[in-house]
């Protein structure tokens, strides 16, 4: 399910918003390689393509416990 946007690319500020997390997991995130910043002319973004991947991925998983 593609992230409900007609943008492409957001600031790492943006993220938390996006994905409902904190900045710790966003970090996280690109830490271990789930998600890739991107550089254009010196600024860092994140694609939204990669953003709907990290979703679908999760997506199939069961480790919810509610």
């Avoid at 900045?23 to 830490?31: A, E």
């Amino acid at each position: 399910m593609p992230i409900q946007s007609d943008r492409r690319l957001y600031q790492p500020t943006e993220l938390p918003a996006v994905l409902h997390l904190s900045q710790d997991q966003i970090d996280w995130l690109v830490k271990t390689g789930q998600i890739n910043p991107i550089r254009i002319a010196g600024e860092i973004r994140f694609d939204s393509r990669e953003l709907d991947a990290l979703i679908d991925r999760h997506a199939h998983q069961r480790h919810w416990r509610g």
